[in-house]
């Protein structure tokens, strides 16, 4: 079995859950729900302004983020963060981030495929309306790339 990098990132479902790992110390990783892509090989985000992982990126750029989705989707996409919008227009106390990414790792094998990712939903009618706003100012910002 052939693995190659892809050249570009691929599709995914909106709200399919990412997993975002940072170092500056020990790894962390966290799981996010507002990954956009932004071009072929860039990715936006978003994290309230006091997340720890907000601060690890700041301290050293480099992360990693993993999408396992539906359609086969089983990437990392290594690069490196750049805070692009603080705060992010229309949602106070979020910053955008945008990962340049360098390398992409696929993960998927002949021998099995993602039929589904996992997805979440908010139980809050308030936290959902104010995801689906920052998910469409994370659009509209990779529109501007």
């Not at 996010?32 to 907000?54: D, K, M």
């Amino acid at each position: 079995m052939t693995h190659h990098e892809p050249a570009e990132l691929p599709e995914w479902a909106p709200a399919t859950v990412a997993i975002l790992s940072t170092g500056g110390g020990e790894p962390h990783a966290i799981p996010i729900s507002t990954c956009v892509r932004a071009g072929p090989r860039a990715v936006l985000f978003a994290l309230a302004a006091g997340r720890e992982s907000l601060a690890r990126l700041r301290e050293d750029r480099r992360c990693a983020l993993t999408l396992l989705g539906a359609g086969d989707v089983a990437i990392t996409a290594i690069g490196h963060a750049t805070v692009v919008a603080d705060p992010l227009d229309g949602a106070a106390g979020v910053v955008a981030v945008r990962i340049g990414v360098e390398r992409i790792q696929e993960h998927w094998q002949d021998s099995f495929a993602i039929d589904e990712g996992v997805r979440w939903r908010w139980t809050d009618a308030e936290a959902a309306e104010r995801d689906e706003a920052v998910r469409a100012a994370l659009e509209a910002l990779a529109g501007q790339d």
